[in-house]
């Protein structure tokens, strides 16, 4: 064999070399593994009279009652179908990944475009919006009045999720736009929205932001609230493109109902 020969076969040698471990490369780093459903809060129960074997897995990153939301749908919307359990999955925006979409996907969604997006940029690809929600409002609670020397002295509880509208950007947003020096205060982060409730309900926080969704759980606590911001994006329902029609409607019909018949009314 001539040395252009040699040349020419070593070049094509390590050109393939080098696609091979190019494609095991992304191979690795594009492994879709088995999806782990063990989020926090997370509520099974099991379909009516079903005729499968199939889970339909619902993800809300807030929900008050998430256990009679569950029962809504195996008892009746899904009852007599292929679903023979529901997992509803509460737990915040910042743990929900590409793969909770596409390996052994969730079937419903509560989210945003814009976030859906950022995460999976061809969502629309699997899912479609069924239900578009109303804007919501944000306050902050507090068991005395509420004023700007509040915030100096008071222990205020945000959420750990830099994702969360309600929890974290907007009271960000509300404390700079009210010229108070963050790194100066004396902010408390919890990893959901529950242990910051309770800690709040045992006095270890003074101050927290809380939805009109959320409000009812104060039961009995007495409180003072002021305004966050009433123009906060709730969202839509995004259903996966695998469930049909006609059960479809039925999940339409009730959610565009339900979070405005369970929706609390604040002190104002």
């Known amino acids: 064999m001539s040395k252009q020969a040699q040349f020419i076969a070593l070049g094509l040698g390590l050109t393939l070399g ?3 471990l190019f494609l095991n490369l992304v191979s690795s780093s594009h492994h879709i593994g088995t999806v782990d459903f063990a989020m926090p809060n997370e509520q099974i129960c099991d379909v009516v009279d079903s005729t499968g074997d199939k889970v339909f897995h619902i993800y809300v990153p807030m929900m008050s009652d998430l256990d009679k939301f569950n029962d809504i749908f195996c008892q009746s919307l899904l009852a007599k179908s292929h679903y023979a359990q529901v997992r509803s999955h509460l737990t915040p925006r910042s743990q929900l990944k590409a793969i909770h979409l596409t390996s052994d ?23 479609h919006e069924i239900v578009e929600l109303p804007k919501y409002k944000v306050y902050w609670v507090s068991t005395s009045p509420v004023n700007k020397d ?4 008071a222990k205020i509880a945000l959420l750990d999720d830099q994702r969360s509208q309600s929890g974290y950007m907007a009271p960000l947003k509300y404390l700079n736009n009210h010229s108070l020096n963050i790194s100066q205060l004396n902010i408390q982060y919890f990893k959901n929205r529950d242990s910051m409730l309770n800690a709040f309900k045992q006095h270890s926080v003074d101050l927290l932001p809380l939805t009109s969704f959320e409000l009812p759980k104060l039961n009995q606590t007495p409180y003072e609230s002021i305004l966050i911001d009433d123009q906060l994006e709730l969202g839509s329902w995004f259903l996966h493109n ?27």
């Open 242 to 268: 695998s469930v049909s029609d006609p059960t479809a409607d039925k999940i339409r019909t009730f959610l565009s109902s339900f979070l405005r018949v369970n929706s609390g009314v604040p002190n104002e």
């Open 150 to 153: 509040t915030f100096t002295t």
């Open 105 to 127: 996907p969730l079937t419903l969604v509560l989210s945003r475009h814009y976030f859906l997006q950022s995460i999976l940029p061809g969502y629309a690809d699997f899912y």
């Open 18 to 20: 080098c696609s091979i």
